[in-house]
């Protein structure tokens, strides 16, 4: 039997493999480039699973493809990227999946934050205009003020995002927003101010159950880069449960009513307000450390719901482990990866910190205002968040990484990340 991952996070493969041999299933991974998971590929013994290479954006292709797999019972989409291909996969396939319509709404911020306003689960609704960035510069003014956020409506990873707090932001972030390449489409939004976090959920048949919430320290205004996430935060009870009732709300609202879905949220002098609705676990080491900390393999869950089967994590007794916190490494400048040094520093450092590389050397970094620029991950562990950061900070502080500057600055050159 055979359950298909259609590319994945950088890292959770690992996971995905121990989960589906458990459950007595043979995992297959199609990607585009195998490379991109040599970190986690150079760890499990060759036969571990099935990587075939083919070109995933290629729909038909991929049908063809997998119409031809023995025994196919399920499919796994957990990229933003990809996620509206795997669902027309999962549609034309007759696989176990949610209604794409609900997955299309779920990768459209704007449409997602209205659907909320009408439901009274957000103070402000999203401004948009079908003409020219003046048309929507005048509309943003007029129904939402300062500040705000422009973005892209199908962004990923804090690209595409600006905070504009004056006429003159708004102006300069409408002037690079239109030499940008976007996903969707550029609107607007009100600014909500105060710390944000992630929300890491699973839902089956409308019941949602909040495994944790991770934190999201992020950088220092205007950039919206994130830096440091640590699991789980230590909220009183009865605000848990609070939260555990509303992001419940938010999802049925979306229709999302089965699988894991990652909700940033930022908590205001008002309660929550929704920043964004992944339809899916959350990337960087956030699967990993919910892992651990929670002692249990959530990725069994992503299997299970890609059956169509209700998870056993809906219901089960956690054991628990450590709390952990990890910090993402950038370069201070914009160059070849050349190199990270530091490493040998841990073994006499708290919290058993570990580095996780993303990029080699040799590698273009080019964007550092957002995800798309770190390197690598440091990750650390103790018996709290707050301690873990600590740790994984103290870590991170050892960690040096080189770039040396491109040879030609004319010369173009591939997008880093």
């Known amino acids: 039997m055979s359950v298909v991952c259609l590319e994945s996070l950088t890292f959770g493969l690992r996971h995905l493999v121990l989960a589906a041999d458990a459950l007595g299933e043979r995992l297959m991974l199609l990607t585009r480039d195998p490379s991109y998971y040599a970190y986690e590929l150079e760890r499990l013994p060759a036969d571990a699973l099935d990587v075939v ?33 795997g669902a027309e996969l999962t549609d034309r396939l007759g696989l176990p999946g949610l209604d794409p319509a609900v997955l299309r709404l779920a990768r459209d911020k704007a449409a997602v934050r209205n659907r909320l306003y009408e439901a009274r689960l957000t103070r402000g609704r999203a401004v948009e205009s079908e003409g020219s960035l003046p048309e929507l510069r005048e509309a943003l003014l007029k129904e939402a003020g300062l500040p705000a956020v422009v973005k892209d409506t199908a962004g990923t990873g804090s690209q595409n995002v600006w905070l504009v707090r004056d006429e003159p932001e708004l102006d ?73 009732r509303w992001l419940g709300d938010v999802l049925a609202t979306v229709g999302y ?98 580095w996780y590389p993303v990029k080699r050397t040799g590698d273009p970094v080019e964007h550092l205002a957002d995800s798309r620029g770190y390197v690598g991950i440091v990750y650390a562990e103790a018996e709290t968040a707050e301690l873990a950061t600590h740790r994984a900070v103290a870590a991170a502080n050892a960690v040096q990484v080189h770039t040396e500057p491109f040879a030609d600055p004319s010369t173009p050159r591939p997008a880093g990340g």
């Open 53 to 85: 290479t083919t070109d995933t954006f290629d729909t038909d292709g991929v049908t063809g493809l997998l119409r031809g797999t023995p025994g196919l019972r399920g499919l796994i989409s957990s990229t933003d990227t990809w996620t509206l291909i």
């Open 172 to 244: 300069a972030a409408l002037a690079e927003a239109a030499g940008r390449s976007l996903m969707g489409r550029l609107f607007a939004e009100p600014y909500f101010g105060g710390p944000v976090y992630s929300a890491e959920t699973l839902s089956w048949q409308g019941q949602t159950r909040l495994l944790g919430v991770s934190s999201r320290l992020m950088s220092p205004e205007p950039r919206f880069r994130e830096e440091i996430t640590a699991f789980p935060v230590g909220f009183p009870e009865e605000q848990r449960v609070s939260l555990e």
């Open 257 to 354: 009513t089965d699988r894991f879905a990652h909700v940033e949220f930022v908590l205001t002098t008002t309660g929550p307000e929704v920043v964004e609705v992944n339809p899916r676990i959350g990337g960087a080491l956030v699967g990993e450390g919910m892992c651990r900390s929670l002692g249990y393999n959530v990725y069994e869950a992503v299997i299970e719901t890609a059956l169509g089967r209700r998870p056993r994590l809906m219901d089960a007794d956690l054991p628990g482990g450590p709390a952990v916190a990890f910090v993402l490494s950038y370069p201070e400048v914009p160059g070849v990866l050349t190199g990270v040094t530091g490493l040998e520093r841990f073994a006499d450092l708290p919290g058993a910190p570990a």
